[in-house]
């Protein structure tokens, strides 16, 4: 332990050559000789970050889209590695407290940036190149063009200029010009922009799809080139994610319209997150994020599920209470149409009535009906649900009024108990 207190303490370091911090911490703290050095570290980055502050070589950089603290907070950050490098200057104890004066050689510092900033210029140049010369293969190309992003940003208060292409450039502003105007070289399409779907059901269409990338040299259709539909309005069951072939085309893959309201829209847009997800620079993360990708959109034209009633009593084409079939299907959401071809289902129903006795008790004549009811989809002519209700019974001042109650009861009996059943299992499931 010192027994002379050294004039550190009481007067701070005046050399210029160096970034210094004297720290104090009580002996009482658990680790304080690293807690003292953690504290020195952070003094010596706020001296670097007011010196970075007034080098920023880019004078335009906020608008450029980086405000200029977040810039020295990321140059901060690369830097730390170099700042575990600062020396132990001096150090003093007391009974109660540990005293530190750490630094770090200014020169030294700077010289180390220089050399990791022509390390980042050399490869940055190249994956420029790289995405200068980009045709079909855009995904690797902006790949690139953000590696060489991620390189460069941590050297902003640097000087950047290059020779690039035969002129000197500053070379965090081409990569920024070329991020710039990245969305407007993209262009997704889809081959329709208008689609006539039915809501509700499991019914799969498909629409061409693909993204073109425009260069110094043409238009190129992108090949591997990761993409994403999303409902913009609507909801449904869409594969949302998909990936171009070598001709730079996919194809939009709707299962399911889950709500009537029309017209929807589905978008297709470049999949930021592909990128997103291996950026590791937050300022570059940031710029990317902010792109704004055009679009192209689908207009889902919806309607509802429609039906047709084949319906029959005694055989003979139903009365006036075949409406109430069709009320009941309109209020499970359904299109009664009057032509069957015209219909995605068919609702056939058969009601026959039988003869019963006369009930002297109640003066009234008795009778039974049966009803056979199928769920048919049309297009596939293919039967998709059937059954039996059979014992209907019904009653009448006269055994003509009886049979014909027998068709009112068989109706009531079917629209009550079958066609919510058929319509939610079969049909809107």
């Known amino acids: 332990m010192a027994t002379k207190e050294p004039v550190w303490i009481t007067q701070r370091p005046a050399n210029t050559a160096y970034y210094s911090a004297v720290v104090r911490f009580s002996k009482k703290a658990p680790n304080y000789v690293d807690s003292a050095r953690d504290n020195a570290l952070r003094e010596i980055s706020t001296q670097i970050s007011v010196q970075i502050d007034s080098d920023i070589y880019l004078k335009e950089t906020e608008a450029n889209g980086v405000p200029t603290e977040e810039l020295i907070s990321q140059i901060r950050s690369s830097s730390r590695n170099k700042l575990n490098d600062i020396e132990l200057a001096g150090s003093y104890e007391t009974d109660k407290d540990y005293w530190a004066y750490y630094r770090l050689s200014k020169s030294a510092y700077r010289a180390w940036r220089i050399g990791q900033r022509d390390i980042a210029v050399s490869s940055a140049k190249n994956l420029l190149a790289e995405y200068d ?200 959401d359904m299109d009664v149409v009057p032509d069957a071809s015209a219909s995605d289902f068919t609702f056939k129903v058969m009601i026959n009535s039988h003869e019963g006795d006369y009930v002297p008790r109640l003066k009234l004549y008795s009778a039974t009906a049966d009803a056979y009811v199928e769920l048919i989809a049309t297009k596939q002519a293919k039967s998709i649900y059937n059954t039996n209700v059979t014992g209907i019974k019904c009653t009448g001042s006269t055994r003509e009024n009886a049979l014909r109650n027998c068709e009112l009861n068989g109706v009531a009996e079917i629209s009550d108990m079958l066609l919510f059943m058929l319509v939610e299992q079969y049909i809107m499931n």
């Open 133 to 332: 010369s980009v045709t079909n293969d855009a995904v690797s190309g902006i790949t690139s063009l953000l590696k060489a992003m991620e390189l460069i940003v941590d050297f902003t208060d640097l000087d950047l200029a290059v020779m690039y292409q035969g002129k000197e450039v500053n070379l965090y502003n081409e990569l920024f010009n070329r991020l710039h105007r990245l969305p407007e070289r993209l262009q997704p399409y889809m081959e329709e922009t208008n689609l006539a779907v039915v809501a509700k059901l499991q019914r799969v269409y498909t629409v061409p799809a693909g993204i073109t990338f425009e260069s110094e040299t043409g238009k190129y259709p992108c090949r591997a080139f990761p993409l994403v539909f999303s409902f913009s309005r609507g909801k449904g069951d869409l594969v949302s994610n998909a990936q171009t072939g070598g001709d730079g085309k996919t194809e939009m893959i709707l299962k399911r319209v889950e709500q009537f309201t029309t017209p929807q829209q589905i978008i297709l847009s470049p999949d930021k997150n592909y990128w997103l997800q291996s950026l590791e620079n937050p300022v570059v993360k940031r710029l990317f994020s902010s792109l704004k990708f055009p679009v192209a959109t689908l207009y889902l034209q919806v309607s509802r599920p429609k039906a047709y009633i084949d319906y029959s009593f005694n055989d003979k084409p139903g009365t006036a209470y075949k409406e109430m079939l069709t009320n009941k299907l309109q209020d499970l």
